[in-house]
């Protein structure tokens, strides 16, 4: 799994650091290093008024805040990479 947080200008003053590091505090939480990659990616071309832009793969999600954080890691992260490590 790929996943690329948006450090453009307009997501950087949206808080793109604290997704950054929420990021790597559940990847070490969770034990992931070996089953994803987190990178920074400029400008996604898909800016939102609240929250920070997330890819992971393929899937552009926007308006990911530290409040939002928790439930967007489990949902949209750990249920995909817990299904592929079980087949």
Known sequence: MIVQICIGSSCHLKGSERIVEL???KI???H???EMTLA???CAGK???VGV???VDE???TGITP???NEFFDDKVLKPIKVETTK
Do not use: A
């Open 32 to 34: 992931l290093e070996n």
């Open 23 to 25: 990021f790597q505090e």
């Open 28 to 30: 070490e939480e969770h």
């Open 47 to 49: 800016c939102n008024r």
């Open 59 to 61: 899937d552009v999600y």
């Open 40 to 42: 920074g990616s400029f």
């Open 53 to 55: 832009t997330v890819s």
């Open 67 to 69: 409040e939002n954080f």
